[in-house]
């Protein structure tokens, strides 16, 4: 078995990327899909007689373990391992603009990892700010696997995502940490690309 290479997505080798920035201390990613389906019944069968879809909803949640912004000017010591010593923390405010996510796609399509560019505009904390509703926008969420060279290897990306509800807690026992639900229009996976099902208006 020696010289065998692990080959499983694990959460000590994957990162994930939001807005385009790389998140430290990120946590318990999970995403859904959500097909809903209807079944049609006639006169005269008990069972039905297919199962149509009626929507597609993506959502999911992550978490991030908070760490003070500008440690090193703020507390002293040495930052945090990845993290330069005047960064503005991790807290959604820090999260930036960006017009490309690391493994993000041209608006025609691809797949995580392909290369292109994520057609994203970012600014998600306005997504919490009431006086900034109605000028936010969405973006990207990636997931992503550092190979042996140092190359990132897309395995999830959610498309046109926007935050729908935050929390904060501490406690005396552990860290503080930021918990976010978000909802998104298309999940990909490393093998497929979520395809627009029609003309929407969106895609006029």
Do not use: C
């Amino acid at each position: 078995m020696s010289g065998i290479k692990p080959f499983f997505v694990t959460g000590d080798k994957v990162r994930l990327v939001v807005n385009g920035k790389i998140m430290a201390f990120a946590t318990d990613f999970q995403a859904s899909v959500q097909v809903l389906t209807q079944t049609p019944h006639v006169l005269g069968m008990y069972e039905g007689t297919s199962v149509e879809p009626l929507g597609y909803n993506v959502g999911g949640s992550f978490s991030i373990v908070r760490y003070v912004k500008n440690a090193k000017g703020n507390i002293g010591g040495t930052a945090p391992n990845g993290v330069q010593d005047a960064d503005n923390g991790n807290g959604i405010g820090s999260w930036g603009n960006t017009a490309a996510g690391v493994l993000g796609v041209l608006a025609g399509g691809g797949l995580p990892g392909s290369g292109g560019s994520s057609a994203q505009d970012g600014r998600a904390n306005e997504d919490l700010n009431p006086a900034t509703f109605t000028q936010g926008t969405s973006f990207d969420i990636e997931v992503f696997q550092d190979q042996p060279n140092g190359s990132p290897l897309g395995v999830v990306r959610i498309r046109s995502a926007r935050i729908s509800k935050a929390d904060f807690s501490v406690n005396k026992k552990s860290a503080a940490m930021d918990r976010f639900e978000f909802v998104g229009l298309y999940l990909d996976g490393d093998n497929f690309y979520a395809q627009s099902s029609g003309g929407g208006q969106q895609n006029q």
